[in-house]
């Protein structure tokens, strides 16, 4: 027997599916009603000195992910000045909600949040401001603050609003000048918001601005490279994965949005002693569009498989499919298989052995950053118990923090050269399995990191230069694709958060074409990681999540 359940509001809602057992019953949730608090009533407000005359400056992209890359356009900015009425900048409805003067960008869950999206200037200009001390991970009402951000006041006396910062990540103080792309903080989920994700504001004249360019938007746009209007876009998966009914408390029933958005721990190894086979899946997409779930074995012949259609806007939100396991389950490789129209949209690798084995996974977070100068910061470090035993070990120790036992200690004197370091604790486990702890140190005593290999570059626009991974994340190995309109040598790298080089994948003349190149990080403790595309013609370079 079949059973397809989505995760909609929190209300369970039964929808029709197709399946190739038994008819199956399903419920649905995504949070369209995410609102953000007022950035500008809760920051400094423009000086007296501002100038009225200011046009806006270009603007970068302010994240350090493209959309797709582990992220995702939420809401657009609600151009109709009625009350009950809104209008995003080509004229959708569907893509913001009333009263929304920014645009929001999220990341797909928590654990990415905890690793580490980079926030990166947009425009040049000074900090006016800076809220760091709030918490993430609010799920619902009532929020407990107004969260945290930061200001930035551009050359020309506008303003640009950063809001929903991770706590203690922020990495300027105020009075400080930044630079287009310079790093900021980190995406977090503080104050008026139910997920993680960047609310970015501009400010004019004590008036909000639009930068998105369309007939809707009376105003010029301001991006530099507008990304793609996401408004009606097809249906688009974002994430994919097994579990078990264990580790959901023993009943679907019990899935909260909470825990999709910590994103559900996945078996190393799923057991086939299991009494149900279960897969959620993260999506984006509109009213009709249709995907089919195919659950292959490792011979290739197809064991199961189910449709569904969306019967409404899907900002985001979760499905979720779960089968009855056969006695004779097979083991090896299995894989979960997301097609819609022919196209396959997403695909997801899983090992079938006797039992169920997980790896090492940190909780309650999966990283943290911590503000020096203050008090000496301790924490028990703890892993889920639905893994085995684990050692810790610290990567790279700096002097001022030290491990005894399960006990991590950092000191407020730090020994960092520069205003962030990143330290990386690594739990492992009898099968050499891990999950890595990462931790970001920001001393406002020290000066701004140099450029390193994950500052944002800017290519001639003449020239058609474009890195992409896929998956990403990515649990195994991740694709990386690159396309050159110029032959020329190419050196591919792929570098760790500290700038130092983990591989090469590239370093040769190529041809004007496309071409591909694999990074399979075996050995490496998972976290984040940039791959790094350089030739004559400019450089790119890409974020990488590796998930352990």
Not at 77 to 90: K, R, S
Not at 509 to 534: I, Q
Request: hydrophobic share 40%; with cysteine; charged share 15%.
């Amino acid at each position: 027997m079949t059973r397809f359940f989505c995760l909609w509001y929190g209300l369970l809602v039964f929808m029709p599916v197709m399946c190739v057992a038994a008819q199956p019953a399903s419920f649905s949730w995504d949070p369209v009603s995410t609102m953000d608090g007022p950035p500008a009533t809760l920051l400094e407000a423009p000086p007296a000195s501002f100038n009225r005359t200011g046009q806006f400056p270009p603007l970068v992209w302010p994240m350090d992910q493209a959309l797709g890359d582990g992220t995702f356009l939420s809401n657009y900015f609600d151009n109709a000045p009625e009350t009950g009425v809104i209008l995003d900048y080509q004229g959708g409805t569907d893509h913001l909600y009333d009263g929304h003067r920014g645009t929001d960008i999220a990341i797909y869950n928590f654990r990415l949040m905890d690793r580490g999206v980079p926030i990166v200037a947009a425009a040049p200009g000074t900090v006016i401001s800076t809220t760091y001390h709030y918490g993430d991970r609010n799920t619902g009402l009532p929020y407990p603050d107004g969260g945290n951000g930061f200001g930035i006041r551009h050359d020309d006396g506008t303003i640009a609003y950063y809001w929903h910062i991770r706590t203690n990540s922020i990495m300027v103080e105020p009075g400080e000048r930044v630079e287009a792309g310079q790093p900021l903080a980190y995406v977090g989920s503080s104050g008026w918001t139910p997920i993680p994700h960047l609310h970015f504001e501009l400010v004019g004249n004590s008036v909000p601005r639009d930068p998105w360019a369309g007939p809707f938007n009376p105003n010029s746009g301001l991006w530099m490279t507008q990304p793609a209007y996401v408004g009606n876009a097809p249906l688009w998966v974002m994430d994919m994965d097994v579990f078990t009914l264990g580790s959901v408390g023993g009943s679907l029933n019990r899935i909260t949005d909470a825990m999709l958005k910590e994103r559900l721990d996945a078996p190393a190894v799923f057991g086939a002693d299991e009494p149900t086979l279960a897969f959620w899946i993260q999506l984006q997409g509109n009213r009709g569009d249709r995907y089919t779930l195919d659950v292959i074995q490792p011979d290739g012949q197809v064991f199961a498989q189910a449709s569904q259609v969306l019967t409404q806007k899907r900002r985001y939100g979760w499905d979720g499919l779960t089968f009855e396991v056969p006695a004779d389950m097979s083991p090896g490789t299995w894989t979960a298989r997301i097609t819609s129209g022919g196209e396959v949209l997403y695909e997801r690798a899983f090992e079938v052995g006797p039992t169920t084995e997980f790896a090492p996974r940190f909780v309650p977070v999966a990283g943290r950053s911590v503000r020096m100068g203050g008090e000496v910061y301790q924490e028990t470090l703890q892993v889920s118990d639905m893994g085995g035993a684990v050692t810790y070990h610290v990567v790279d120790v700096p002097g001022n923090v030290e491990l005894e036992g399960e006990t991590l200690t950092i000191r407020p004197a730090s020994d960092q050269p520069y205003r962030s370091r990143y330290v990386q604790v690594v739990a492992t486990d009898a099968h050499a399995r891990t999950d890595t702890l990462w931790f970001h140190l920001v001393d406002p005593s020290k000066p701004f990191n140099p450029p390193t290999p994950v500052s944002v570059e800017e290519t001639p626009a003449a020239v058609s230069l474009s890195l992409h991974g896929f998956p990403n994340p990515f649990t195994e190995s991740v694709t990386l694709g690159y396309h050159l309109s110029q032959a020329g040598r190419v050196a591919l790298a792929v570098f760790d958060v500290l700038g130092r080089e983990v591989t090469s994948l590239a370093n040769q003349y190529h041809p004007a074409g496309t071409f591909e190149a694999v990074f399979a990080p075996s050995s490496l403790p998972g976290g984040l990681y940039f791959a790094r595309l350089t030739t004559p013609n400019g450089m790119v370079v890409r974020p990488l999540v590796y998930v352990r």
